[in-house]
């Protein structure tokens, strides 16, 4: 029997991703959830996801309007349901708590009672981000935080209690968490059409803005396509799957240790003949307290570019004193055959495509041009 799929934040990054591989790898009936603030608005994510979908695929696919931060905003749609992917979220580290704790958290539990009143639903899938477990370090398991963890930013935070509540209160329902790494391209050709913290900090020390790295040179990185992503979020829908938590992100042995990145990355900037004119110095490793002290020192500096990308890269900088070796057995169980992580050659080739197209300014060698605006 054909099964109908809810996908909410169908028209992110991710969710659009999801939804074509699903309409390429499935014939699953696809709902897909989008904000919009009025009719206009609506129509314009409508025709976009037509077009970014493929005419043919049409038939299979239903838009509804869903502010999830409404109540019960999904109760126009049929409740024969067998999988919901619950993508939609506010996802930049700088967002306030309380826009945090509706748009992640709250609405989060919004989508699981919708989901309770699917009598035909066998999946659950929530996508939770690595970095829910906050500042812990050492092994991580894929299963949910248990105790107080501190969290580096309320977006971390906000995740996190959207993952307690799925597992607390709605643990009679089959849920999956899939948590997944930092997304630097789209593929491994380093194409990238979303710019997030890792890009824009990359531009910041192209740009001479860093010169100090906050950070322990050791600290492994988990970097992701979005490719290698969505494919495994389709994975995880798929009823044979067993519930849980997921990390759904490369092993701990393809993690590449920050010190690496940031030598891979000066690599390809040293290619540049401009940013060799500059004749910037590779930026030294600082501790966590020498940061604190520049980013206070600069809030009298104002909206000057170089406290700007001090306070960008501080939402996230105590992670990068935070060594983590995320085990991701059960994801490897549950989909033997997922590719390897590339690692270096994906820092190295999205570096070269950010350099070569000054962050998206300018188009693309083969013509793509981002669709988002770097923050
Ligand atoms: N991309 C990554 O690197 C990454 C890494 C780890 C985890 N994740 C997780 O993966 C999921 C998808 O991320 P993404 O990169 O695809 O994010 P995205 O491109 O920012 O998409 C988020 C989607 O959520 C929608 N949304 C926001 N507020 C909403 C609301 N109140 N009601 C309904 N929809 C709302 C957005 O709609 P509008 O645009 O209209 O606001 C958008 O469609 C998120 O849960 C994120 O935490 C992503």
Not at 104 to 115: G, H, L, Q
Not at 121 to 136: A, E, I, P, Y
Not at 154 to 177: C, D, G, N, T, V
Not at 252 to 258: F, H, I, S
């Amino acid at each position: 029997m054909t099964r109908r799929v809810l996908v909410t934040g169908a028209d992110g990054y991710l969710g659009l991703r999801t939804v074509q591989r699903l309409l390429a790898e499935t014939d699953d009936r696809l709902v897909l959830s989008v904000r919009a603030a009025d009719r206009t608005e609506l129509a314009d994510k409508k025709s976009r996801l037509e077009r970014e979908t493929g005419t043919t695929a049409h038939r299979r696919v239903e838009v509804v309007p869903a502010d999830l931060t409404e109540d019960a905003p999904l109760a126009g749609v049929a409740t024969d349901l067998a999988c919901i992917v619950h993508a939609a979220a506010r996802t930049n580290f700088d967002i306030g708590r309380d826009t945090a704790r509706r748009v992640n958290a709250d609405a989060t539990a919004r989508v699981a009672e919708f989901a309770a009143a699917c009598p035909r639903l066998d999946r659950f899938l929530f996508l939770s981000t690595l970095v829910s477990v906050g500042c812990r370090t050492g092994d991580i398991a894929e299963t949910v935080t248990e105790g107080d963890v501190e969290h580096a930013n309320h977006y971390e935070w906000s995740k996190e209690q959207a993952e307690r509540r799925l597992a607390e209160r709605f643990a009679h329902l089959p849920w999956s968490i899939a948590r997944l790494s930092t997304i630097v391209a789209d593929d491994d050709t380093g194409r990238v059409t979303q710019y997030n913290a890792f890009h824009n900090t990359l531009k910041m020390l192209f740009y001479g803005l860093l010169s100090l790295m906050p950070g322990l040179p050791d600290t492994p990185l988990y970097l992701a396509t979005a490719e290698f992503t969505a494919r495994g979020i389709v994975r995880l829908t798929r009823p044979e799957t067993v519930g849980g938590v997921y990390h759904l992100a490369p092993s701990p042995d393809e993690a590449v240790p920050l010190g690496d990145v940031m030598n891979t990355v000066f690599d390809i900037f040293e290619r540049d003949p401009a940013f060799v004119r500059r004749r910037l110095l590779r930026p030294e490793f600082c501790d966590l307290g020498t940061f604190a002290f520049m980013v206070d020192a600069t809030r009298g500096l104002g909206a000057s570019p170089a406290a700007g990308a001090l306070r960008s890269v501080a939402p996230f900088s105590e992670q990068m004193f935070r060594p983590k070796r995320f085990d991701n057995s059960r994801l490897r169980a549950s989909w033997p055959d997922a590719p390897a992580a590339s690692g270096l050659p994906l820092v190295a080739a999205t570096c070269a495509t950010l350099v070569g197209t000054r962050w998206g300014r300018n188009p693309a060698p083969n013509g793509v041009t981002p669709d988002a605006v770097p923050q």
